[in-house]
Each structure stands twice: as structure tokens, then as C-alpha cells.
């Protein structure tokens, strides 16, 4: 799929989402029950909880993603934070879908989805344009998907995500994702009660690949608590931490 399709696609979509929230507001009233989110490969995940099911930034694999299984999850919603093939490949996703891609606010199934604009690279967006970050509220549990991002934040994003409880992190470094010390501060800073890292090399990727290792993020942040788990994890939010932030990390099938 071209990028002309892909923006089409997104237009059309949205407008879907919109008017299914409108339809089905009444009925989706959100439950507190906890989320299940489910590591894909890169930054691609996908969260099952309150009675909704939404995917965030599936690839096409090739370079970094190469090794990955092309996501296959049946969504409500999808999110992707560029159009960049490693985080905005639409293409062949099973069921139909809504689309989100655009900064801004946006009401599905009564569930508010905010986008939030940022530099996806150190350059002011200059060499890969822009990054969507999102935030939202699933099964009781607020996500904040930083996507692609290598920009420092400024005090006006650090407002709009506020203090998430669970924050998906870049820290694998290369032009356009967070290294290890710059993810560190964008912690400190939005101080999520958990953080899962995302964006970095793993074994599925090519020689193209300019990530490095989850490593050098571990090594930096070994004061934290650190758990390594499956690809899968849930949390309720009767037992997400009361101070302090955990970092888990969460192993993607290939």
C-alpha cells in the first residue's frame, strides 16, 4: 500500500471510528478490569481490555522487523504512530479495522484516544517527519504509546501525556528512537508507574538494522525494578505500583 493509500485509508476510517463511537456510546461504557498487552515485535502492540481490542503501529518486516511474523491480531482499532513501514504498515490486517493516525483528539466506542504531535527524529522532523504519540485509557489502565520518537520533550507535550501508568518507550537508539540516556530522562520525567521498552535489536533483525540491544537501557536503569517476561502481561489497576516505576520487559515472538 502506497502512502496515498494509506492517508486515504486513515480518512476514510476515522470517520468510521467516529461515527461507531457515536452509535455505540451507550453501550461501551468502560471497565476497570484490567488490560492484557501483548508485545508484537518493535513497536508494534497489541491491548485487550474493556471490551475493546487495539493495535498500535504494525510493520511490514524488513530491516529491523525482518524476522518478525507480520502482526496478526483481529483489532477494533488501529493506531499507528508514522507511516513509515516499520511502524505504519496497514496492509493485510485481518478483520476491517478503524484507523488512527492523526494528532488530535478522537472519541471510539466511548473511549478517548488523544494524539500527540512530536519530532520523530533530533532534527525537528526534518529527516523523518513527524510522530503521533498516544495516549489513552483501556480497561481502567491509562497507555501512554510514545511510538518513534528520537525528539526531547517540551513542557508542553510533558503536560498533554501527563503521568501514565504505563508508558511504551523507544530506547534502542539510531536517528529515530529514544537511546538508552534519553529514554532514561523521558522517564523521569513523565514518571510512569511502569515502563515497557520497545524499538531495539533483537535477533529478527537485519543486517540493516541500525538498533542497538535492549542491553545498555537495562545496564542504565539497574536501580529500577526490572522483570523480564513472556510476550504477554496484564495489569489491573489495583495492583500497579503506589510510587516508583517498574520496568518490564517484554519478549516478542519471532
Known amino acids: 500500500?502506497?502512502?496515498?493509500?494509506?492517508?486515504?485509508?486513515?480518512?476514510?476510517?476515522?470517520?468510521?471510528?467516529l461515527a461507531s463511537a457515536i452509535v455505540g456510546r451507550a453501550t461501551a461504557a468502560?471497565?476497570?478490569?484490567?488490560?492484557?498487552?501483548q508485545a508484537l515485535g518493535h513497536t508494534c502492540f497489541a491491548f485487550t481490555g474493556g471490551g475493546l481490542r487495539v493495535l498500535s503501529?504494525?510493520?511490514?518486516?524488513?530491516?529491523?522487523?525482518?524476522g518478525y511474523r507480520p502482526p496478526n491480531f483481529a483489532a477494533d482499532l488501529v493506531t499507528i504512530s508514522s507511516q513509515l513501514l516499520d511502524e505504519g504498515f496497514?496492509?493485510?490486517?485481518?478483520?476491517?479495522?478503524?484507523?488512527l493516525f492523526e494528532p488530535g483528539t478522537f472519541d471510539f466506542k466511548g473511549v478517548q484516544f488523544q494524539g500527540i504531535r512530536t519530532a520523530h527524529d533530533?532534527?525537528?522532523?526534518?529527516?523523518f517527519g513527524n510522530n503521533v504519540v498516544w495516549r489513552w485509557k483501556q480497561g481502567g489502565v491509562s497507555v501512554l504509546h510514545m511510538g518513534g520518537i528520537a525528539s526531547p520533550l517540551g513542557v508542553e507535550e510533558k503536560i498533554l501525556m501527563g503521568r501514565p501508568d504505563v508508558a511504551i518507550i523507544p530506547v534502542g537508539g539510531g536517528p529515530k528512537a529514544y537511546n538508552p540516556e534519553e529514554a532514561k530522562r523521558a522517564i523521569e520525567s513523565l514518571q510512569p508507574k511502569i515502563?515497557?521498552?520497545?524499538?531495539?535489536?533483537?535477533?529478527?533483525?537485519?543486517?540493516?538494522?541500525?538498533?542497538?540491544?535492549?542491553?545498555?537501557?537495562?545496564?542504565?536503569?539497574?536501580?529500577?525494578?526490572?522483570?523480564?517476561?513472556?510476550?504477554?502481561?496484564?495489569?489491573?489497576?489495583?495492583?500497579?505500583?503506589?510510587?516508583?516505576t517498574l520496568v518490564r520487559v517484554l519478549n516478542s515472538a519471532t
Open 122 to 127: 533530533r532534527l525537528g522532523g526534518k529527516r
Open 30 to 37: 468502560q471497565a476497570a478490569d484490567g488490560l492484557t498487552i
Open 90 to 99: 496497514v496492509t493485510n490486517l485481518p478483520g476491517n479495522p478503524s484507523l
Open 1 to 17: 500500500m502506497n502512502r496515498r493509500q494509506i492517508l486515504r485509508y486513515g480518512v476514510m476510517s476515522t470517520g468510521a471510528a
Open 57 to 66: 503501529n504494525p510493520f511490514n518486516s524488513l530491516g529491523c522487523t525482518a
Open 195 to 244: 515502563v515497557i521498552p520497545s524499538q531495539y535489536r533483537t535477533p529478527a533483525a537485519s543486517q540493516q538494522c541500525d538498533l542497538e540491544a535492549i542491553d545498555s537501557f537495562l545496564s542504565l536503569m539497574s536501580g529500577y525494578d526490572i522483570k523480564t517476561l513472556s510476550n504477554t502481561m496484564t495489569v489491573r489497576p489495583d495492583n500497579l505500583p503506589a510510587k516508583g
